[in-house]
């Protein structure tokens, strides 16, 4: 699914035009863009929480020459699944 798939579905489920979905959506990943920025998570219960994550300086391997180079430490953006969330994806009968 696309940006726009997105809108289409939100403009949908809500009964809004797509004009308002397309706001609705781009609000919201512009929000979750700022709070990781400040270094903040945001948590969704039973949906799932987006945080930012701290990946250490390591040595890397450069695939053409082989030479052994340095990658810089660098914050990433992760997301963790909720438990609602990884039950529906799962089944709801499932028990692993």
Do not use: C, H, Y
Not at 31 to 41: A, H, M, P, R, Y
Not at 45 to 57: I, L, M
């Amino acid at each position: 699914m696309n940006k726009n798939e997105l809108i289409e579905a939100v403009a949908a489920k809500t009964g809004s035009s797509k004009a308002q979905a397309a706001r609705t959506v781009t609000a919201l990943t512009e929000t979750i863009t700022e709070v990781l920025q400040k270094g903040d998570s945001i948590s969704l219960p039973g949906f799932g929480t987006f945080e930012v994550r701290e990946r250490g300086e390591r040595t890397g391997r450069n695939p053409r020459t082989g030479e052994q180079l340095k990658i810089r430490a660098s914050k990433v953006p992760a997301f963790k699944p909720g438990a609602t969330l990884k039950t529906l994806l799962n089944g709801k009968d499932r028990k692993d």
